[in-house]
């Protein structure tokens, strides 16, 4: 199994412009979240799922999209990115309300 | 939803010595209370967790034990090497995910 994965690794964008980083787990998981990581301010949740066509907002979910058509696959959309958007992105999955797995996260700036 | 604190921020340690980092949570119905140490550059990984029916948990050098009536966890390193160096976080439920307390940066120091 490869877990859950992620990409891009490194992504450095303008103000302005849109992307999606993807996050996919071969695990089976019917949870799966999306959380980002700041110096001193811990991992902050920002989408989560409990299966496929379900989200739900965190505690950071404004400038942020997700979908879920598939248990596999949870990617998270930056509509228009922002400097306060820069920072590291950990997806995780779970097979239940508890253990999650992370992802090795991407690494955005935004300049 | 969940308020977790923890603490110290930092923590400095000789090896040898024992380490010991505190988080409290709100949530009184809260039963789920993991552990994460995240190595730089690295992704967080679950080093222990404990659940609202028992009072503490083993394993090797670690240890976690939970106060449910004054709702606070605490996460235990005795022994300490250098390789345990790293930033450990706290964590509890938040509906079907966690919410993080903000990190204890451990330093072991040979």
């Known amino acids: 199994n490869a877990g859950v994965t992620q990409t891009p690794k490194f992504q450095v964008l303008k103000t302005g412009q849109s992307m999606t980083l993807q996050c996919a787990q071969d695990m089976n998981h019917e949870y799966m979240s999306w959380y980002r990581q700041d110096p001193g301010m811990g991992l902050r949740l920002i989408h989560y799922?409990?299966?496929?066509?379900?989200?739900d907002q965190g505690e950071v979910p404004n400038g942020y999209n997700v979908s879920r058509s598939t248990t596999e696959d949870f990617p998270l959309r930056l509509l228009s990115a922002a400097p306060s958007q820069t920072s590291v992105y950990f997806c995780a999955s779970s097979y239940s309300s508890d253990t999650q797995y992370f992802g090795p996260g991407t690494r955005l700036t935004v300049l | 939803g969940e308020n977790v604190e923890q603490h110290p921020s930092t923590l400095s340690v000789q090896e040898g010595d024992s380490a010991v980092i505190k988080c409290t949570y709100s949530d009184s119905a809260s039963n789920y209370f993991p552990w994460y140490k995240q190595e730089l550059g690295k992704r967080p990984q679950l080093i222990i967790d404990i659940r609202s029916n028992v009072g503490e948990k083993k394993d090797q050098r670690i240890a976690v034990t939970l106060n449910k009536t004054a709702k606070h966890f605490s996460l235990h390193i005795t022994e300490t090497q250098p390789e345990d160096s790293a930033v450990y976080f706290c964590a509890a439920p938040r509906g079907y995910a966690l919410n993080f307390g903000k990190g204890t940066s451990l330093l072991v120091t040979p």
């Open positions: 799922s409990v299966g496929a066509g379900i989200t």
